[in-house]
């Protein structure tokens, strides 16, 4: 689904015009994208959690020029589902 799709989808399920929902997501983003930029996990109970996550630094080939390169450690956002969520998915699936 993508960010239109999910819009258009919110819009119709609560009558709200498509402009103010993708206000909304847009804000929604905006705050999530901030807070894991400040170091702060977001918890949407019954969701999951979007959270940072530290990479290890490690060894990589080049292969164009056939050598190692070291890439180092960095930190790369993630979301871990609540188990709500995971049981819901699970149950669908089955």
Do not use: C, H, W
């Not at 989808?9 to 901030?34: A, F, H, P, W, Y």
């Not at 940072?52 to 979301?79: D, E, G, S, W, Y």
């Amino acid at each position: 689904m993508t960010k239109a799709e999910l819009v258009g989808e919110i819009s119709r399920k609560t009558g709200l015009e498509k402009k103010q929902v993708m206000d909304t997501v847009e804000t929604l983003m905006d705050v999530v994208s901030n807070s894991l930029s400040a170091g702060e996990p977001v918890y949407l109970r019954g969701f999951g959690s979007f959270i940072i996550k530290q990479r290890a630094a490690k060894t990589a080939r080049n292969i164009t020029k056939n050598t190692t390169i070291q890439l180092p450690a960095r930190k790369v956002p993630a979301f871990k589902p609540s188990k709500t969520l995971s049981v819901k998915v699970d149950k669908k699936n089955a």
